[in-house]
């Protein structure tokens, strides 16, 4: 294990990956690819781009929710077919179940697993401790605020002990102020839980803010053009948006992604 | 206990009744209103009481209230279940979304002699007439409330790794449970239509058959009583579903 807390052992691997659509008119849409990434176990990588690039895909196949076209995705060394065990993911748009409390929430994953009462009220007990949320156990989503919600949709994903968090902008509907801070929370959360963590980001601020690594990709089809590391010790928090060393990285990420944006938004006035 | 702004449209509600049914009262008893054609209020309520007074209509009450529960349950948890089967399947959707957007365009009691040949008089006809009434009310909605169930809730469902029976019972039933009420309560509110309406046009039995039996024996005071009758369950029936849907509506903040 290196200093920064991670193994030079591959979670995920993608070979070759591509991923291409059918639009409804029949039209072929080649919207990811040929891509090749290593996630090393305990790593917190970022994922930039231009709209459209096919960030989401990439998370899809991930997480099993699609096939890609052509190439391998490997979790742990095994092809990923169907929603792998130990991957757990937070999207963008609220996800959190309004039918349900919070702690009713937090325990779905687990009750659905079949774990033994015992377990589950631990876990949730341990969740609602480590979120933040114990005042709001027996409150539904609609009582909360964006953050509080997405902060029960991590819990939820994070009770099920997940060796790989996806996540697809999860902080993209809140305000600048509680991203810097849940952004804290979720570093801690990492530091704690040894998950590998893939983050899907528009954000550049917070990518720099948050990663091991920081992924560039290309406008549509989606490559990674760039890879950067950052550089930043494993106990970190949002205060290196202060050091020199950020703009540095801001600017080194921000340089191909402002050539591949005009290239997208030129194609698309095309 | 209601308070503060939440408990004015429930008051604006009641005094909007109490208003209207005082008007009524009081224009009979000064003779704008003939009570021989539309009696009062309170003539109303008394002949409501001696029909409810008799053993034989309350039977007819009950046997019509059996059949529109049947029938909308039957309507409900089959529209559910058709709209569960066709939302996730595009091609058939688009196939059959003409048919259902055009189906009340056609009357559905033109059907019901026809029901009669096939199934023979009785209580069967009526519970069919009524569950085709309902059904496709309770299709659409179904389709709708899919529709508005999030994609990022769906997904997650997926990465739960739940299967397609636990996925509809535990996340897409839930999720649009306040529109599926909505959907309930057309279907119970088409049953009545459904089975007031054929026992009117053809029975020997229910409520309605019992209206048209008061009318046709010009016994005003019989049929204004089973109308009062069916208004108030009709009305109580509307009213116990909003009480049930308000509280998934509330937990969705919808």
Redesign the interface.
Same mark, same amino acid.
């Given at each position: 294990m290196t200093e920064n807390g991670q193994t030079d052992v591959p979670c995920v691997e993608l070979r070759q990956v591509e991923q291409r659509f059918t639009t409804r008119k029949g039209g072929n849409v080649h919207a990811l690819g040929p891509l090749d990434l290593t996630l090393r176990r305990g790593e917190f990588l970022s994922i930039v781009g231009p709209s459209g690039c096919g960030k989401s895909t990439l998370l899809d196949i991930l997480?099993g929710?699609a096939r890609p076209a052509a190439g391998q995705a490997l979790l742990n060394g095994q092809p990923i077919r169907g929603?792998p065990d130990g991957?757990?993911?937070v999207?963008?748009?609220?996800?959190s179940?309004?039918?349900?409390t919070v702690e009713n929430n937090i325990a779905?994953?687990l009750k *659905? *697993?079949g774990l033994a009462r015992d377990d589950i009220a631990a876990r949730v007990e341990h969740a609602l401790d480590f979120m933040g949320l114990r005042r709001f156990r027996t409150s539904?989503?609609?009582?909360l605020s964006g953050g509080m919600r997405q902060r029960v949709?991590i819990a939820r994903t994070l009770v099920m002990r997940p060796s790989l968090i996806l996540l697809d902008e999860p902080f993209g509907a809140l305000d600048q102020q509680t991203r810097l801070l849940m952004g804290d929370e979720l570093l801690r959360l990492w530091r704690e839980t040894n998950a590998t963590i893939l983050l899907i980001t528009h954000s550049l601020d917070e990518a720099v803010m948050l990663s091991d690594r920081i992924g560039v990709m290309s406008a549509r089809p989606g490559r990674l053009i760039k890879l950067v590391e950052t550089g930043w010790p494993r106990e970190r928090d949002s205060t290196v948006v202060s050091s020199p060393h950020y703009g540095d990285l801001l600017s080194e990420i921000w340089a191909p992604l402002r050539a591949e944006s005009n290239h997208h938004m030129a194609a698309n006035n095309a | 206990m209601k308070t503060g702004l939440t408990a004015i449209p429930y008051a604006l509600r009641l005094l909007l009744i109490v208003v209207l049914v005082g008007l009524w009262q009081v224009f009979c008893s000064i003779g704008l209103l003939g009570t021989g054609i539309v009696p009062a209020p309170v003539t109303i309520w008394h002949d409501m009481c001696a029909v409810m007074g008799q053993s034989a209509s309350r039977a007819a009450l009950w046997l019509s209230l059996r059949d529109i529960l049947i029938a909308a349950l039957i309507a409900g948890a089959g529209g559910i279940a058709v709209g569960m089967i066709v939302h996730p399947i595009r091609l058939l959707r688009a196939a059959l979304e003409p048919y259902l957007a055009s189906y009340y365009a056609v009357p559905t009691f033109i059907f019901y002699p026809a029901l009669i040949t096939v199934t023979g008089s009785g209580r069967l006809p009526i519970i069919l007439i009524s569950i085709m009434l309902g059904i496709v009310a309770m299709i659409t909605t179904t389709l709708t409330a899919l529709d508005g169930v999030?994609?990022?809730?769906v997904?997650?469902a997926?990465?739960?790794?739940?299967t397609p029976l636990?996925n509809v019972m535990?996340?897409r039933i839930? !999720?649009a !449970?306040p529109m599926l009420l909505s959907g309930l309560r057309l279907c119970v509110s088409y049953a009545f239509i459904g089975v007031i309406a054929s026992e009117f046009i053809m029975s020997d039995a229910g409520v309605g058959y019992q209206i048209a039996y008061a009318y046709d024996n010009f016994d005003t005071d019989t049929m204004y009583g089973y109308i009062g009758c069916v208004v108030v369950l009709a009305a109580a029936t509307t009213l116990g579903f909003d009480m049930i849907a308000a509280e998934?509506v509330?937990?969705?903040?919808a």
């Open positions: 997480s929710l929603v991957v757990g993911i999207f963008q748009e609220d996800a179940f309004g039918w349900l779905f994953g *659905r *697993r539904y989503p609609s009582q949709c | 999030s994609r990022s809730i997904r997650t997926r990465v739960f790794g739940l636990q535990y996340v839930p !999720a !449970a998934p509330k937990r969705e903040g």
